[in-house]
C-alpha cells in the first residue's frame, strides 16, 4: 500500500480507493473474517501515521456499523487526524458494497422526504458515501479477475478499466506505469460517439 501510494502520489494522483473488506466478506469462514479483520486493524495502525507525515487526507467509505470497535476507532481516528491535509485523498472502503451503498442512499432520501421529481442524478450522488469524491476514472482490477466485485458501481460508470493478474502484494511500480500508460492511451467520451 505504501509503495503504492507513494508512487501514485510522485505521478501527481489526487485520489485513490482501496477496497479492503466488502459487505460479502463477512460470508466468508469465520476464521478467514477474523483474520482479514485482524490485518485491517493491524495495518491502519501502521499507516495512519506514515500517510499524515506524507500530507495524505483519509476516508472511510462504507458502513461503520457491524465493523469491531477497535477499527471503527482507529478509522475515526485517521479520518480525523488527516482531515486538514491536502495531499493524495485515501479512501478506504471497508465493509463497503456498492449496492448496500445505493440502499443506503436510497433509504436517507426516503427518509428525509423529498419528493420524486427533485431527485436527480446530482442529489442522488450526495447521498453517497462518497459525495465529495469525484467519480472514478481508473479501475485497475489485480489478481487476475475480471470484475467489479461491488464496488463504486455507481461512481464507474464511465471509468476506464485495467486488468492484471499480477497479485496485489506484487503490484509495484512497473504495474501501475503499465495500468497508467493503458489508460494514457485510451479516448474518454463518456457516452458520446
Do not use: C
Not at 24 to 40: D, F, I, K
Not at 136 to 144: E, F, K, N, P, S
Request: proline share 3%; charged share 30%.
Amino acid at each position: 500500500m505504501r509503495r503504492v501510494l507513494e508512487h501514485l502520489s510522485n505521478r501527481g494522483l489526487k485520489y485513490l480507493t482501496v477496497y479492503a473488506f466488502s459487505t460479502e466478506n463477512w460470508q466468508r469462514n469465520n476464521r478467514e473474517v477474523q483474520g482479514l479483520l485482524g490485518l485491517l486493524e493491524e495495518m491502519i495502525d501502521e499507516e495512519v501515521a506514515e500517510l499524515h507525515r506524507r500530507g495524505a487526507r483519509i476516508r472511510h467509505i462504507g458502513r461503520l456499523e457491524g465493523l469491531p470497535p477497535a477499527i471503527q476507532e482507529a478509522l475515526k481516528r485517521g479520518v480525523e487526524l488527516t482531515s486538514s491535509n491536502a495531499g493524495t485523498t485515501v479512501s478506504f472502503a471497508f465493509n463497503y458494497g456498492a449496492r448496500t451503498e445505493i440502499l443506503d442512499a436510497v433509504r436517507r432520501i426516503v427518509a428525509d422526504g423529498l419528493p420524486p421529481q427533485d431527485i436527480d442524478e446530482k442529489l442522488f450522488n450526495s447521498y453517497l458515501y462518497t459525495a465529495d469524491l469525484p467519480d472514478v476514472d481508473l479501475v485497475i482490477r489485480t489478481g487476475g479477475e475480471v470484475r467489479l466485485s461491488n464496488f463504486l458501481m455507481w461512481q464507474a460508470a464511465y471509468s476506464e478499466y485495467y486488468f492484471t493478474n499480477a497479485l496485489w502484494p506484487d503490484f509495484d511500480k512497473e504495474e501501475i506505469d503499465k495500468a497508467l500508460l493503458s489508460y494514457s492511451q485510451r479516448e474518454r467520451r463518456f457516452g458520446g460517439d
